[in-house]
C-alpha cells in the first residue's frame, strides 16, 4: 500500500494537547498525481512515482511533457518515487493525504536543509574556540590543530574544519502526526522539518519506531 506524498512546507505553529503546548510544522501535502507504477517483472522493482505542483507546460522539457501526456495528467513540476511492496493505485489517479495518512502515524520526512554557505570551523561543528584571555589575540575562534607531527605529514581526509554548510538532503526521522486537515490538503508533524518555508518535501511512513 502506498504510503508516502509529496508536500510544500508552509511554516511552524504551535497546538495544544491537554494542556501542552506542542511545536507543529504544517506542510501542504498532495494533491498528489500517480504519473507512474513501477512493477518487478518489468522494472525489477515495485514501487509509485507521484507528481506534485502544477505549472506552465513551457517550464517543463518535451520529454517531460511526453511522460505526463501518457495519462492525460497536468504539466507537473516535481516527480518522486517511493518504494511500495504492493502498489494498490492506477495510473492516472489522484491521491490526497486523508487517503494516505491518518493522526497519529509516525513518518520520516525528506528535505533540502537551508544552505549557509562557506562557514567556519566554530559554527559549522559547533567548536568551542580557543581561551579569549593570556594573550590570545586571532585564535578565538579558530578550529586548533587538526594535523599530526611528521607521520603522516598531513591532514586526514574527512577532518572537520571550515567549508560549505547546509544545503543537503535531510532526514527527520519519527515524527508523529497531529494534524490532517482534509480541506485545505494540510498535514501537521510534532517537530522540525528540514528546509526552508516553500522548499518541497517528501513524506514517507517510517522506517525506524
Known amino acids: 500500500m502506498l504510503k508516502g506524498l ?26 498528489c498525481y500517480v504519473t507512474q507504477v513501477r512493477l518487478p517483472g518489468k522494472d525489477g522493482y515495485s ?7 502544477e505549472v506552465r507546460p513551457k ?15 497536468p504539466p507537473l513540476r516535481f516527480l518522486r518515487e517511493f518504494r511500495v511492496k504492493d502498489p ?4 492516472g489517479n489522484q491521491v490526497d493525504v486523508a487517503q494516505v495518512f491518518s493522526e497519529g502515524e509516525f513518518v520520516d520526512i525528506i528535505g533540502t536543509s537551508k544552505g549557509r554557505g562557506f562557514q567556519g570551523g566554530v559554527r559549522r561543528y559547533h567548536f568551542r574556540g580557543a581561551h579569549k584571555t593570556h594573550g590570545t589575540s586571532d585564535r578565538e575562534r579558530a578550529p586548533g590543530s ?33 494534524l490532517i486537515d482534509k480541506e485545505r490538503n494540510l498535514i501537521g508533524v510534532n517537530g522540525a522539518v528540514p528546509g526552508p518555508k516553500g522548499s518541497v518535501v517528501e513524506i514517507k511512513e517510517t522506517r525506524k519506531q
Open 47 to 53: 514501487a509509485v512515482q507521484l507528481g506534485f505542483g
Open 59 to 73: 517550464l517543463l522539457t518535451g520529454g517531460q511533457l511526453g511522460h505526463l501526456k501518457r495519462n492525460t495528467l
Open 6 to 31: 509529496i508536500g510544500k512546507k508552509i511554516g511552524m505553529t504551535q497546538i495544544f494537547v491537554e494542556g501542552r503546548a506542542l511545536p507543529v510544522t504544517l506542510i501542504e501535502a498532495g494533491p
Open 88 to 91: 494498490e493505485v492506477t495510473e
Open 146 to 178: 587538526r594535523g599530526s607531527t611528521t607521520t603522516p605529514g598531513r591532514v586526514y581526509k574527512g577532518a572537520r574544519g571550515p567549508g560549505h554548510m547546509g544545503n543537503r538532503r535531510i532526514t527527520a526521522q519519527n515524527l508523529k502526526i497531529v
